[in-house]
């Protein structure tokens, strides 16, 4: 498994950009799928966003046209643009590989508010 640091997280009004990064321990290049998901109180952990280790990206509808994913070696990062108060969450980083499962990390909040 690796180890992985999301920053980025804060306070934004609405129609407002923020950028989340994920920093892992150790190079990400070989693991089959990086994505970020959101939980807010109450709510199941969805997914927002994920590449694949080929680079093919999906996205949940509500962020669809908003947000991108992307990645390096050792990084996956989240382009958030023209946010909602629907996207106040804690936001989490997370990597799949086959035959080591998940790993995730502590996670970070955003807040859209005005």
């Known amino acids: 498994q690796v180890q992985l640091v999301e920053s980025g997280g804060g306070l934004v009004q609405p129609g407002g950009s923020l950028r989340l990064s994920c920093a892992a321990s150790?190079?990400?290049?070989?693991?089959?799928?990086l994505g970020w998901y959101r939980q807010t109180p109450g709510k199941q952990r969805e997914l927002v966003a994920r590449?694949?280790?080929?680079?093919v990206t999906s996205y949940a509808d509500s962020v669809k046209g908003r947000f991108t994913i992307s990645k390096n070696n050792a990084n996956v990062y989240l382009q958030m643009n023209n946010l909602s108060p629907e996207d106040t969450a804690v936001y989490y980083c997370n990597a799949f590989r086959l035959g080591e499962g998940d790993s995730w990390g502590q996670g970070t909040q955003v807040t859209v508010s005005s």
């Open positions: 150790k190079s990400i290049f070989s693991f089959d799928i």
């Open positions: 590449v694949t280790r080929l680079g």
